[in-house]
């Protein structure tokens, strides 16, 4: 392809995607494989420098732009040298017209600005985030694992973290593929360090996902007591298995919910948990670093029903606690509603509950709770706080 055509590629993608953004369909990620997949032509090059045109487009656009080629000259607009391929030969964008202008630069949509906590940073929201790594504890140690990841630094605060270079291929490398290292995000792994579950202990992860958390958990717990690992999504849940296998954390128990009825599926465990971890459901404000077209998808509609759903979560979670127990809500949301905010509204609503101190040294205390930026610890965005149930 050349350079003309690759732009013009990006422009198509950049149609697809806002409009995808728009009516709530695939992601960026998924809509650019599907395109290459139709134009087995493209190269390993040409498929580079597309996709860096696309995620230079989104990362620079905080409002959803109304066009493709809108999205695409505001970049061309900032390097003169790109202006240039809008030249109108075959499968080149046409020229720009003068006075034809590009999407607006920004980092946070306008109608949140207000609403994101504080102490974010907001160009840092934007950064590139490295590839994070925890060592699994089931089957390693972090002195076993570094030799054979010489790029990797440590991470401070973190005994089981390792960082790589952004784009590093890690799922080529055989510790990866041996379960010795999963990916994690250093915040995600704080969080499960801040649930202080031990051997032995009834721990559920009440939004696991695909298990992310639940496998810290696994390793923390080195593989005795009951774990469960509960969602409403069951090919979420799926995906857990093959890692858990992978990762020998085969003790952990799978529980799929049914959504508006969870607290029936959760009935057996009421009253017997130390400790239940809530990650729930959120704007995802933490992650824009990963997924910069999240900021074209969220709206105030779906921000209100997200703190409908987690204050929901909170209130059938809280009593599978046994008395003494600890619920540790996470969010990767940087809005004060989401975080410190329904931390706040749910110790009004529920009498006999504290929030207490999270003994880390990371973050900043927000609320009731510690908020992680990528700004100031270099981690993705987090909101969490851990409640104590009186004994
Ligand atoms: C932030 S994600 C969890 C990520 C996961 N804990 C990890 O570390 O990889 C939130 C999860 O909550 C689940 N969820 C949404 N509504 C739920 C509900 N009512 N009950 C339980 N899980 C729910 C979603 O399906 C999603 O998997």
Not at 218 to 235: C, N, Q
Request: aromatic share 4%; proline share 6%.
């Amino acid at each position: 392809m050349t350079p003309s055509a690759r732009i013009q590629a990006a422009i198509d993608l950049l149609d697809a995607i806002i409009a995808s953004a728009r009516d709530g369909g695939p992601a960026a990620d998924t809509l650019i494989a599907r395109y290459f997949k139709e134009r087995r032509y493209a190269g390993s090059r040409d498929r580079r420098a597309v996709r860096d045109h696309v995620y230079d487009a989104i990362r620079r656009a905080a409002e959803r732009p109304e066009t493709g080629r809108a999205a695409m000259i505001g970049v061309a607009l900032e390097r003169p040298d790109m202006t240039a391929l809008f030249d109108g030969s075959t499968h080149a964008p046409l020229p720009i017209e003068p006075g034809e202008t590009g999407a607006e630069a920004g980092a946070v949509p306008e109608w949140l600005q207000g609403l994101l906590a504080d102490k974010v940073e907001q160009d840092a929201l934007l950064g590139r985030a490295p590839v994070d790594l925890r060592v699994n504890r089931l089957k390693a140690t972090p002195e076993a694992v570094a030799p054979a990841l010489p790029d990797a630094t440590s991470i401070a605060g973190l005994p089981d973290g390792l960082r790589l270079p952004e784009g590093f291929p890690v799922e080529q490398q055989a510790a990866w593929k041996d379960g010795l290292v999963e990916v994690q995000d250093a915040g995600s792994q704080w969080i499960a360090a801040a649930c202080g579950v031990q051997p032995g202990m009834t721990v559920v992860d009440l939004c696991a996902g695909a298990g992310g958390k639940t496998l810290a958990l696994a390793g923390a717990m080195a593989g005795r007591g009951t774990l469960v690992a509960a969602d409403t999504i069951r090919s979420r849940l799926a995906r857990l298995e093959p890692r858990a296998a992978r990762a020998d954390a085969t003790f952990i128990e799978t529980l799929l919910l049914d959504q508006s009825h969870e607290a029936r599926g959760l009935e057996s465990l009421n009253g017997q948990v130390d400790v239940v971890l809530v990650d729930a459901p959120c704007s995802g404000t933490g992650t824009w670093r990963r997924n910069p077209e999240a900021r074209w998808r969220l709206t105030q509609a779906r921000l209100d029903r997200l703190v409908a759903e987690q204050a929901r979560i909170l209130d059938f979670a809280a009593p599978l606690l046994a008395p003494g127990g600890a619920l540790v809500y996470a969010t990767c949301a940087l809005t004060e509603r989401e975080g410190r905010g329904q931390v706040e509204a749910f110790l009004a609503r529920h009498a006999g509950w504290t929030a207490e101190p999270i003994d880390l040294p990371v973050g900043r205390a927000h609320g009731a709770g510690l908020l992680l930026t990528p700004g100031h610890d270099g981690s993705d965005g987090f909101f969490f706080a851990r409640l104590r149930r009186e004994g």
